[in-house]
Every structure is written in structure tokens, then in C-alpha cells.
């Protein structure tokens, strides 16, 4: 059974770098397709983007500019990060499995991690 | 304000059945599949239906997904107290580039 593990920073102030990891533990990371969502204080849910050890990055446009998602297989974690963060980017972040490979459905998920941008 | 449209609200009696609409565009619902997710407060969302019809492994027959033209719906029969939460569809958005989320549904169990 596949779980994801998150962790991350949960209280920024306005302008610093929003910086998650994400685990998978249970089965290799290889081969698929890893992404990360939000979702707001009012429950929208929103895609940031995705990434494959074998396919490069693909963000939202909205989002492109300020996003980096990596990946280290070495560890089994993929990781996100959102710069010049506002208090718009308040949210729980989830770790999600699933992309480009899916059709974009996702089947595994992390707990979420609140973060809130606040100075 | 979302890109695929869900009612905020439907509400049913245990035993019967809801169905929950989700609207969308020639962009994502049109010509992409459709995913739903069932999500209660404080815990991850979590996937109902893939492919527009398609169930996950193990879970329960009550739950179906159909798509027409631009627009899907979930249906929920035998409803059960246990099915309280809020609904999620999702799609690609091919204008857009991302994927797109409804607002959400709350159900409730009278």
C-alpha cells in the first residue's frame, strides 16, 4: 500500500520560499507521475503541478513563475517550491500521486500540510 | 470562481439516491476525462471515480460517474450517514493547461 509522508514549513512571512518534501513509502517512486494541489481556507482546490524521474516538470501557468517541483529518487521524495510567497499562497498542501501517467487522477494522497503566509 | 460548476449543496435520505452535476467546457470536460473525489473536513481528498465511470479497486458499487457533452455527474445510491462530505470533480483543461476543480458539494444526510 502506497502512503506519502509530507513535511514542511507551516508559518512563512510574506515574501519568503514555501518549501514541502514529500515520502513514498510502500512502492518506488519510479515510473509515475507525483504532483502537488492546494487547497484554499475556502475549500477551492488547486493544481500546482507534477513531476516524473523520467519526465520533467509541468506547472500551472498560474503558478509557473514562482514554482520548482524536484525529485530525488535516491531518497524516494519528490519536493515543491513556491517563492515570494503572499497571503494568498495560505493553504493545506497535498502531495498527491498521479500526473500526466493518470490522465491526471490521483489515487494516493499525503495528510496535507497547512501553511500559512502571515507576517 | 471555479472553472467547472457544482451546486454548493444537495442534501438526501438515508436508503435513497443524489446526484451531484458538475459543468464544465469544451476546453475540460468536453474533451477530457473526469475525476471525482469525496473529501471529509480534515482529511485528504479522496478518488471516487476516474475515466468518467471508472471505480477504484474496493470501493463501493454505490458510487457511479457519467459524462455527457460538457457536463458529468456522481450519483450516490443507498445513501449512508457515512457519505457526508464535501464532492470534488476534477478534469484537464486543455485552454488552460492545468487541472481544473469544481468548487465542491457539500452533501448532507438528513
Known amino acids: 500500500q502506497v502512503q506519502l509522508q509530507q513535511w514542511g514549513a507551516g508559518l512563512l512571512k510574506p515574501s519568503e520560499t514555501l518549501s514541502l518534501t514529500c515520502a513514498v513509502y510502500?512502492?518506488?517512486?519510479?515510473?509515475?507521475?507525483w504532483s502537488w494541489i492546494r487547497q484554499s481556507p475556502g475549500k477551492d482546490l488547486e493544481w500546482i503541478g507534477e513531476?516524473?524521474?523520467?519526465?520533467?516538470?509541468r506547472y500551472n501557468p498560474s503558478l509557473k513563475s514562482r514554482v520548482t517541483i524536484s525529485v530525488d529518487t535516491s531518497k524516494n521524495q519528490f519536493s515543491l517550491k513556491l517563492t515570494s510567497a503572499t497571503a494568498a499562497d495560505t493553504a493545506i498542501y497535498f502531495c498527491?500521486?498521479?500526473?500526466?501517467?493518470?490522465?491526471?487522477?490521483?489515487?494516493?494522497w499525503g495528510r496535507g500540510t497547512l501553511v500559512t503566509v502571515s507576517s | 470562481q471555479s472553472v467547472l460548476t457544482q451546486p454548493p449543496s444537495a442534501s438526501g435520505t438515508p436508503g435513497l439516491r443524489v446526484t451531484i452535476s458538475c459543468s464544465g467546457s469544451?476546453?475540460?470536460?468536453?474533451?477530457?476525462?473526469v475525476k471525482w473525489y469525496q473529501q471529509v473536513p480534515g482529511t485528504a481528498p479522496k478518488l471516487l471515480i476516474y475515466?468518467?465511470?471508472q471505480r477504484p479497486l474496493g470501493l463501493s458499487d454505490r458510487f457511479s460517474g457519467s459524462k455527457s457533452g460538457t457536463s458529468a455527474s456522481l450519483a450516490i445510491s443507498g445513501l449512508q450517514s457515512e457519505d457526508e462530505a464535501d464532492y470534488f470533480c476534477?478534469?484537464?483543461?486543455?485552454?488552460?493547461?492545468?487541472?481544473?476543480f469544481g468548487g465542491g458539494t457539500k452533501l448532507t444526510v438528513l
Open positions: 498527491a500521486r498521479g500526473g500526466y501517467d493518470t490522465l491526471y487522477y490521483f489515487d494516493y
Open positions: 510502500g512502492g518506488s517512486l519510479s515510473g509515475y507521475y
Open positions: 513531476i516524473s524521474p523520467i519526465g520533467g516538470p
Open positions: 469544451s476546453s475540460n470536460i468536453g474533451s477530457n476525462t
Open positions: 475515466y468518467n465511470d
Open positions: 476534477a478534469a484537464w483543461d486543455d485552454s488552460l493547461s492545468a487541472v481544473v
